[in-house]
T-cell receptor
Framework: DSGVTQTPKHLITATGQRVTLRCSPR?????VYWYQQSLDQGLQFLIQ???????AKGNILERFSAQQFPDLHSELNLSSLELGDSALYFCASSVGLAYGYTFGSGTRLTVV | GIQVEQSPPDLILQEGANSTLRCNFS?????LQWFHQNPWGQLINLFYIPSGTKQNGRLSATTVATERYSLLYISSSQTTDSGVYFC???????????FGQGTTLQVKP
């Protein structure tokens, strides 16, 4: 157990639907990162939160949004899902900026 | 943005062999990490090494920041070392990382 908890582990949903992925960072970590891993694109940075505030944004689609709550857990919302959104979604946390990451075990999303 | 290139893309070893994986990056960085993704998909942090040399058991890593490369050494490889090794770099004040495409390692018994 890495200390970063992601739920659910697997999710199968239909095109057009909306899902929410949840991440609880390691105790004491203030920074949360979301990454998408697909076969053709590799590991792509989506968005980062630091102590409740959005800190950096990658090539995140407008259909995707995220937030970090006061207890520091984070949620990634994916809406109007398409087949191409099928991927592994990872959350990572770190103590601060430019520190080592700890990854969660990921959520495997399948859109059918 | 920063480009990250890893080599070789694929590597097959016999158990007990040594190997060196390379990561080249195109710009100055303040963050460099090596990860191992095991066959079950878990991403494990091996090293946080923006510069210098570190060792952890059979693994060691060296980053020469001025020449924009990092090396990961695996000695006496074991079948459990199989998986994909990623190098990831960052250069901003955010902690965001750019990942390379990875080196897929297969260790045969």
């Amino acid at each position: 157990d890495s200390g970063v908890t992601q739920t659910p582990k697997h999710l199968i949903t239909a095109t057009g639907q909306r899902v929410t992925l949840r991440c609880s960072p390691r105790s004491g970590d203030l920074s949360v990162y979301w990454y998408q891993q697909s076969l053709d694109q590799g590991l792509q940075f989506l968005i980062q939160y630091y102590n409740g505030e959005e800190r950096a944004k990658g090539n995140i689609l407008e259909r995707f949004s995220a937030q970090q709550f006061p207890d520091l857990h984070s949620e990634l919302n994916l809406s109007s899902l398409e087949l191409g959104d099928s991927a592994l979604y990872f959350c990572a946390s770190s103590v601060g900026l430019a520190y080592g990451y700890t990854f969660g075990s990921g959520t495997r999303l399948t859109v059918v | 943005g920063i480009q990250v290139e890893q080599s070789p893309p694929d590597l097959i070893l016999q158990e007990g062999a040594n190997s060196t994986l390379r990561c080249n990056f195109s710009d100055s960085v303040n963050n460099l990490q090596w990860f191992h993704q095991n066959p079950w998909g878990q991403l494990i942090n091996l090293f946080y090494i923006p510069s210098g040399t570190k060792q952890n058991g059979r693994l060691s890593a060296t980053t020469v920041a001025t020449e924009r490369y990092s090396l990961l050494y695996i000695s006496s490889s074991q079948t459990t070392d199989s998986g994909v090794y990623f190098c990831a770099v960052g250069s901003s004040n955010t902690g965001k990382l750019i990942f390379g495409q990875g080196t897929t390692l297969q260790v045969k018994p």
